[in-house]
C-alpha cells in the first residue's frame, strides 16, 4: 500500500538545463592559439546598444573581441591596445573580429549594404 501522508523524498538531484557556449579557435601569428566564445544576449545587446547609437563597426569588432577572445594563457584583449598594435597584427584582429561575429550570430548587422 502506498503511504501518502509522508512527503515524497527524492533520491536525485534537482536538473537544470544548460547551454554550452559554442567557440572556435582561430590560431594567429600575434596572438598565439586564441579561443573565441560565444557570449550572453544580455553581453550582445549591451555592445549592440553602442553600436545603434554611434554606428562605428570598427568599435563594434573590437568590443565584441573584449568580451569574446581569450588567449592561450588567459588573456583578454582591452580597448586601449587596439591603438597601439602595429599593422602586422590588424589581420589577425580582422580574423578575430570575423570569428567573433559569425559566432555570436551578428554578421547581418554589421554588414555594410
Same mark, same amino acid.
Given at each position: 500500500?502506498?503511504?501518502?501522508?509522508?512527503?515524497?523524498? &527524492?533520491? +536525485?538531484?534537482? @536538473?537544470?538545463?544548460? $547551454?554550452?557556449?559554442?567557440?572556435?579557435?582561430v +590560431?594567429t601569428?600575434?596572438?598565439g592559439?586564441v579561443?573565441? @566564445?560565444? $557570449?550572453? #544576449? %544580455?553581453?550582445?545587446?549591451?555592445?549592440?546598444? &553602442?553600436?545603434a547609437?554611434?554606428?562605428d +563597426?570598427?568599435?563594434?569588432g573590437y568590443?565584441?573581441?573584449c #568580451?569574446?577572445?581569450?588567449?592561450?594563457?588567459?588573456?583578454?584583449?582591452?580597448?586601449a591596445?587596439?591603438?597601439?598594435?602595429?599593422?602586422?597584427?590588424? &589581420? &589577425?584582429v580582422?580574423?578575430l573580429?570575423?570569428?567573433a561575429?559569425?559566432?555570436?550570430? %551578428?554578421?547581418?548587422e554589421? +554588414?555594410?549594404?
Open positions: 500500500m502506498n503511504d501518502m501522508s509522508q512527503p515524497r523524498v &527524492d533520491t +536525485e538531484p534537482q @536538473r537544470f538545463f544548460t $547551454i554550452e557556449h559554442r567557440e572556435q579557435v +590560431e601569428e600575434c596572438f592559439t579561443r573565441v @566564445r560565444e $557570449i550572453s #544576449a %544580455k553581453q550582445i545587446q549591451a555592445i549592440h546598444a &553602442d553600436y547609437e554611434t554606428k +563597426e570598427q568599435k563594434f568590443l565584441l573581441l #568580451a569574446t577572445a581569450i588567449g592561450p594563457h588567459g588573456e583578454r584583449f582591452q580597448m591596445l587596439f591603438d597601439d598594435l602595429p599593422v602586422r597584427a590588424f &589581420d &589577425d580582422r580574423r573580429v570575423e570569428a561575429v559569425k559566432i555570436n550570430g %551578428k554578421a547581418s554589421v +554588414e555594410k549594404p
